[in-house]
């Protein structure tokens, strides 16, 4: 985790539902992204158009 990229959900993810927590495990501290159903949900009935921006921006 030290001196690595670090990204954080936006307000508008959060609020969705999308959170960052960081777990202990036997090969030391990790990050860790967590999505509700809502928000995996949201993820996948705009897959297409994510993708596209995705591909747009390089």
């Known amino acids: 985790m030290k001196g690595e990229l670090q990204r954080v959900p936006s307000r508008e993810g959060t609020t969705l539902g999308v959170t960052k927590i960081i777990r202990e495990t036997s090969y030391g501290a990790k990050t860790m992204d967590l999505y509700s ?4 949900r949201f993820i996948l ?5 994510i993708l596209r921006f995705k ?3 390089g």
């Open 45 to 49: 009935d705009n897959l297409d158009e």
């Open 55 to 57: 591909k747009s921006k």
């Open 37 to 40: 159903i809502e928000a995996q």
